[in-house]
């Protein structure tokens, strides 16, 4: 019988966070993964560099939005555009987005201006982002149940 | 167990639009009929069939080993800036009708995504839009 409803409260927050902990330790895991595919893609040749240099995949929750990542790999495109002429393309820093209290999410981007011709022109010839988060959006849901698993057994 | 292999699952979905009684409703809204249905290698033709237009590209086939597998395409809906995307977006209600859960052999397909209204500059600025379909069979 409880008759701790405080103490009950506690442990409940304490499951709470630990459930999260994981599932976040099991998506930035994955992410790496996803991250790794997405640079190796062969959907385009790319010019200047910029796009496989600063494609980032990262897991934002509500006390982090992903920033300082997405600054370091804005930081890498301008790098590689710098003095290039090949295109008119810049780097291109976009916030990734808040999310609210008790959700997670994993981002795959490439902080440039021109990122969104890829994935679009000539019906997606060149996309890679879309396809894959395609590729990836089971593996990512799967490597966090098997991360809370784990914490819990 | 009877399987499709890729090839022929990407023919499957092709020519529900393309030639079968299932896509007659889109090919009747089409700038040419089944013309204006192509591959989305079409895309870098020259000569575009007549607008509205839609091109299947085939996406990655998701799931690992004892899974589902998931076969992505998507359907690329296009026309002409004057538009102003209200075709596109007649059509697409008639391709997601097009594609009843069990019309591809041995899985099932469903709509899983489409996308916004946007402009592709590599063709000249016609509107664009994408539907996503994921047809799902056991490995």
Same mark, same amino acid.
């Given at each position: 019988?409880?008759?701790?409803?405080?103490?009950?409260?506690?442990?409940?927050?304490?499951?709470?966070?630990?459930?999260?902990?994981?599932?976040?330790?099991?998506?930035?895991?994955?992410?790496?993964?996803?991250?790794?595919?997405?640079?190796? %893609?062969?959907?385009?040749?790319?010019?200047?560099?910029?796009?496989?240099?600063?494609?980032?995949?990262?897991?934002?929750?509500?006390?982090?939005?992903?920033?300082?990542?997405?600054?370091?790999?804005? *930081?890498?495109?301008?790098?590689? &555009?710098?003095?290039?002429?090949?295109?008119?393309?810049? *780097?291109?820093?976009?916030?990734?987005?808040?999310?609210?209290?008790?959700?997670?999410?994993?981002?795959?981007?490439?902080?440039?201006?021109?990122?969104?011709?890829?994935?679009?022109?000539?019906?997606?010839?060149?996309?890679?982002?879309?396809?894959?988060?395609?590729?990836?959006?089971?593996?990512?849901?799967?490597?966090? *149940?098997?991360?809370?698993?784990?914490?819990?057994? | 167990?009877?399987?499709?292999?890729?090839?022929?699952? %990407?023919?499957?979905?092709?020519?529900?639009?393309?030639?079968?009684?299932?896509?007659?409703?889109?090919?009747?809204?089409?700038? *040419?009929?089944?013309?204006?249905?192509?591959?989305?290698?079409?895309?870098?033709?020259?000569?575009?069939?007549?607008?509205?237009?839609?091109?299947?590209?085939?996406?990655?086939?998701?799931?690992?080993?004892?899974?589902?597998?998931?076969?992505?395409?998507?359907?690329?809906?296009?026309?002409?800036?004057?538009?102003?995307?209200?075709?596109?977006?007649?059509?697409?209600?008639? &391709?997601?009708?097009?594609?009843?859960? &069990?019309?591809?052999?041995?899985?099932?397909?469903?709509?899983?995504?489409?996308?916004?209204?946007?402009?592709?500059?590599? &063709?000249?600025?016609?509107?664009?839009?994408?539907?996503?379909?994921?047809?799902?069979?056991?490995?």
């Amino acid at each position: 019988m409880i008759d701790d409803f405080a103490q009950l409260e506690r442990e409940l927050d304490e499951l709470t966070r630990r459930i999260t902990a994981a599932a976040r330790r099991g998506l930035e895991a994955e992410a790496q993964a996803m991250e790794r595919d997405a640079k190796n %893609t062969s959907a385009y040749l790319g010019m200047s560099g910029a796009t496989r240099a600063s494609t980032i995949a990262f897991v934002v929750d509500e006390g982090d939005d992903g920033s300082a990542r997405l600054a370091a790999a804005y *930081a890498t495109a301008a790098e590689h &555009l710098a003095g290039f002429v090949g295109h008119a393309g810049n *780097a291109h820093l976009e916030p990734s987005g808040a999310v609210g209290p008790g959700e997670i999410a994993v981002v795959l981007t490439v902080p440039t201006d021109y990122i969104d011709n890829l994935e679009i022109e000539h019906g997606g010839e060149k996309a890679f982002i879309g396809p894959t988060m395609d590729k990836f959006r089971s593996r990512l849901a799967r490597r966090a *149940a098997r991360s809370i698993r784990e914490e819990l057994s | 167990m009877t399987q499709l292999n890729p090839q022929a699952i %990407t023919a499957a979905v092709y020519a529900r639009i393309k030639s079968e009684l299932g896509g007659a409703a889109v090919r009747a809204q089409l700038g *040419a009929g089944a013309a204006s249905v192509l591959p989305a290698s079409g895309l870098r033709s020259n000569a575009l069939p007549a607008r509205p237009l839609v091109a299947l590209r085939p996406g990655v086939i998701a799931g690992e080993s004892l899974e589902m597998r998931e076969h992505i395409f998507t359907w690329w809906l296009y026309d002409e800036p004057a538009q102003n995307g209200w075709r596109i977006s007649g059509l697409l209600p008639l &391709l997601e009708g097009a594609y009843p859960q &069990l019309s591809i052999p041995y899985g099932r397909v469903k709509v899983t995504g489409i996308g916004q209204e946007t402009i592709d500059d590599a &063709l000249g600025g016609l509107i664009a839009r994408s539907l996503q379909l994921t047809y799902t069979r056991r490995a």
